[in-house]
């Protein structure tokens, strides 16, 4: 089994910071791409950031210039750096991993999301 823990979402006012951490645990044997998506109420769940495992990184254009992906791979963590956050990026966001398993091949993991609120 493999477990996904997320940290760092919360209540921050418009043009704040807040960072977001992703840490994986379990039968790994490698993993392959990280990512971070977002639903806010009454929307789907869409993409914000995606990076490989060698460091090449993807964003929405509503949060380039923003926000940061980055991953440590010899903690299997994923992080989310979201700077000059707006209202509109209120929402439940989601860790997503890709892993290689030590048994049963690779799968698709989702972590159990973490709340961002925007708010004066």
């Known amino acids: 089994q493999v477990q996904l823990v997320e940290s760092g979402g919360g209540l921050v006012q418009p043009g704040g910071s807040l960072r977001l951490s992703c840490a994986a645990s379990?039968?790994?044997?490698?993993?392959?791409?990280m990512g971070w998506y977002r639903q806010a109420p009454g929307k789907q769940r869409e993409l914000v950031a995606a990076?490989?495992?060698?460091?090449?990184?993807n964003y929405a254009d509503s949060v380039k210039g923003r926000f940061t992906i980055s991953r440590d791979n010899t903690k299997n963590t994923v992080y989310l750096q979201m700077n000059s956050l707006k209202p509109e990026d209120t929402a439940v966001y989601y860790c997503?991993?890709?892993?290689?398993?030590?048994?049963?091949?690779?799968?698709?993991?989702w972590g159990k999301g973490t709340l961002v609120t925007v708010s004066s």
């Open positions: 990076i490989t495992t060698g460091g090449s990184t």
């Open positions: 379990g039968s790994i044997f490698s993993i392959d791409a």
């Open positions: 997503n991993v890709l892993v290689d398993r030590i048994v049963g091949g690779t799968m698709n993991y």
